[in-house]
Structures are given as C-alpha cells and as structure tokens.
Antibody, heavy 122, light 109 residues
Framework: QVQLVQSGAEVKKPGSSVKVSCKAS????????ISWVRQAPGQGLEWMGG????????NYAQKFQGRVTITADESTSTAYMEVSSLRSEDTAVYYC???????????????WGQGTLVTVSS | EIVMTQSPATLSVSPGERATLSCRAS??????LAWYQQKPGQAPRLLIY???TRATGIPARFSGSGSGTEFTLTISSLQSEDFAVYYC???????????FGQGTKLEIK
C-alpha cells in the first residue's frame, strides 16, 4: 500500500514561487507514475503534469508548460512540484497522486496525498 | 488537448435507486478512462480504470462502461455514502497527458 505525504500549507505573495513536496512510502517509487493535480476552491480537478522517477523527465499540461517544474529524487522517494510567478488564480489545493506503472501502464491515480493548500495573497 | 465533458452537472437521486453518469471525450481515448469519487475535504478516490475495471476495494455496485468517446459510470443501488462529486479522467500511457471532466455532483433527492 503506497502512502503519499505532502508538505504543509503555504501562503505566498504574487510573483513568488512555491515548492511542494510529496514523500512516498510502501511501494516502488522509481517505477511509479507520479501526477500533480490541483483544485481551486469550489472547482474541479486539473491535471498539471507528471513524472516517472526512473526516467526523470516530466511532462506538463500545456497550460502549465514553462511555469511549473516537476522533479523527483529517487534517493528519498520524494517528488516535488514548483510553481513560479504565482498569481491569485493559483490559490488551490495541490495533490500528488501515484500509480504503479510497473504493474500496468497508465496515468490514472490509485494513491493520493492529503493535499497542500497554497494561498496566493498580497 | 482532449476535452472531457461530463453530464449532468448535478444529479438528484433517491437512496436505493440507480444513478447513471456520463462522460464524453472530444476525441477517442480508447479505454483509457478512469472515474473518481470525491467527498468534501477529501482527496479523490479511484473507482474505475480502463473504462470498466473496478479498483481495489470498490463495491460491485459501481460499474463503468464505454470506449472511444462515450463513457458511463453506473451506481446500481445508491447508498448514503455514495453522494459525492464524481470525475472522469482520460489518460495516455506515454507520454503522460491527462485531463479531467468538470465533475458531476450526485445529491440526495
């Protein structure tokens, strides 16, 4: 059973950056398909991008290309998601989620972190 | 980018009755379709993947069907704990690219 534990809530100023971490345990981190999904207050789910740590290269939804950076550290089984040039519209709960892609291919999400609230406010 | 459209936005159903939720893709996604349930203040929970395969621990009253561009999630006999928001998600195998529908809120009638 994979467990994902995310870093705590953040309050940021517009124009700054935020980096959220997601530490995995109980599974094969390197072969996992790690996704980052955000949810603005009262809104739906939005897939931001994903990475398979053993491959190291992240892919992004077009909307987030250039402003979001997803990385993974296999030595600590931790994934990271950084958003730069924050604006008020980035206020949301950010989730990491995972799927064991060695078991079956696909980018659906069996396991979810608890979510990290990022508030962007001046 | 593939756009996922769910209908209806809100569905009112009585406990014990059947609920049918729809999801349409703007282009074919084959069977690369998942369904999630989300309750207030909680992370989403995977229900269905591969359009019709129940995830581990999901009750048999949840079933998924469809392929290509038209998909359905059916809950055969609604229990009180099933009232929540449901999202569909299309996914590629490689390179990773996903998108969610806007959600259907299932509420008690």
């Amino acid at each position: 059973q994979v467990q994902l534990v995310q870093s705590g809530a953040e309050v940021k100023k517009p124009g700054s950056s935020v980096k959220v971490s997601c530490k995995a345990s109980g599974g094969t981190f390197s072969n996992s398909a790690i996704s980052w999904v955000r949810q603005a207050p009262g809104q739906g789910l939005e897939w931001m991008g994903g990475i398979v740590p053993i491959f190291g290269t992240a892919n992004y939804a077009q909307k987030f290309q250039g402003r979001v950076t997803i990385t993974a550290d296999e030595s600590t089984s931790t994934a990271y998601m950084e958003v730069s040039s924050l604006r008020s519209e980035d206020t949301a709960v950010y989730y990491c989620a995972a799927h064991d892609s060695s078991a079956s291919p696909g980018w659906y999400c069996d396991y979810w972190g608890q979510g990290t609230l990022v508030t962007v406010s001046s | 980018e593939i756009v996922m459209t769910q209908s209806p936005a809100t569905l009112s159903v009585s406990p014990g009755e059947r609920a049918t939720l729809s999801c349409r893709a703007s282009q074919s996604v084959s069977s690369n379709l998942a369904w999630y349930q989300q309750k207030p203040g909680q992370a989403p929970r995977l229900l269905i993947y591969g359009a019709s395969t129940r995830a581990t621990g999901i009750p048999a009253r949840f079933s998924g069907s469809g392929s290509g561009t038209e998909f359905t999630l059916t809950i055969s006999s609604l229990q009180s704990e099933d009232f929540a928001v449901y999202y569909c998600q299309q996914y590629n195998n490689w390179p990773p690219m996903c998108s969610f529908g806007q959600g259907t809120k299932l509420e008690i009638k």
